[in-house]
């Protein structure tokens, strides 16, 4: 069975910085796309960013400049760096895994991100 087990969340003051990973088991990683989401109380999921097999890499408008995603194959691992964190960055932070060849999707548990002061 596919894992995805989200770590690294808690709660920052804002322009603080946090590092999301995600660890993934059973699955060819490599060939996945990697994401996070996050969800707010009242909001839909939204994309956050993606790391895709081949390295390349997509934003949300609102993180640009301020998070950075990245993948180790080795390890299969995918982090988030968060910096120069916003209250309006306060949400679930999902890991998601994402095949376009077999179009499985798999997503972690999630891990709670809270800015405030």
């Known amino acids: 069975q596919v894992q995805l087990v989200e770590s690294g969340g808690g709660l920052v003051q804002p322009g603080g910085s946090l590092r999301l990973s995600c660890a993934a088991s059973?699955?060819?990683?490599?060939?996945?796309?990697m994401s996070w989401y996050r969800q707010a109380p009242g909001k839909q999921r939204e994309l956050v960013a993606a790391?895709?097999?081949?390295?390349?890499?997509n934003y949300a408008d609102s993180v640009k400049g301020r998070f950075t995603i990245s993948r180790d194959n080795a390890k299969n691992a995918v982090y988030l760096q968060m910096n120069s964190l916003k209250p309006e960055d306060t949400a679930v932070y999902y890991c998601?895994?994402?095949?376009?060849?077999?179009?499985?999707?798999?997503w972690g548990q999630g891990t709670q991100v809270t800015v405030s002061s």
């Open positions: 059973r699955i060819f990683f490599s060939i996945y796309t």
């Open positions: 998601n895994a994402f095949s376009s060849l077999s179009k499985k999707d798999y």
């Open positions: 790391a895709q097999s081949g390295g390349s890499t």
